[in-house]
């Protein structure tokens, strides 16, 4: 059974001017549930990353555009979602259906000065892409403090 959760999500218009404001919403939820600096950091590039992606692939310029960002806030972790597809959607849903990257598919929505999919899933503890009606990239930062009290409980067993 899954834990509860808060949920929060953002449409904004596919345009780079938007990106800056997914940042201070993520950098807001990521410090209120106890990450650290230097961890938000790294959730907020991860992130400006898909987003950017999304703003200058997923549409052409006559295109009006969409970026949603969704937020899933757990005790343990922040799993974030963008997604180009410009619709709302159901995040245990979108969850499920989505798959882990294979190397045959093509990534150039992902390459963002060249570094794009490693650079995210460098920085991020889970990462999974779902290419339908679009592209939503699925990203996971577990807390550190949680990581450390479960591995202090194996130690002491």
Do not use: C, W
């Not at 400006?48 to 937020?71: D, I, K, L």
């Amino acid at each position: 059974m899954e834990a509860s959760f808060d949920y929060i999500e953002m449409k904004v218009p596919a345009k780079p001017e938007y990106v800056g404001v997914i940042r201070l919403t993520l950098s807001g939820i990521a410090s209120r549930m106890g990450f650290s600096y230097e961890v938000i950091e790294d959730i907020k590039i991860a992130t400006s990353e898909a987003v950017t992606n999304a703003v200058q692939h997923a549409y052409n310029r006559e295109e009006n555009g969409e970026v949603v960002v969704g937020f899933a806030l757990y005790e343990n972790r922040l799993e974030v979602m963008v997604a180009d597809s410009g619709k709302s959607f159901d995040i245990k849903e979108t969850r499920a259906e989505t798959g882990p990257y294979s190397n045959g598919e093509q990534v150039e929505f992902l390459r963002e000065g060249g570094l794009g999919l490693y650079l995210i899933e460098s920085l991020m503890d889970e990462v999974n892409v779902k290419l339908h009606k679009g592209v939503s990239v699925f990203m996971t930062k577990f807390l550190e403090r949680e990581q450390v009290e479960m591995d202090a409980e194996k130690i002491s067993t």
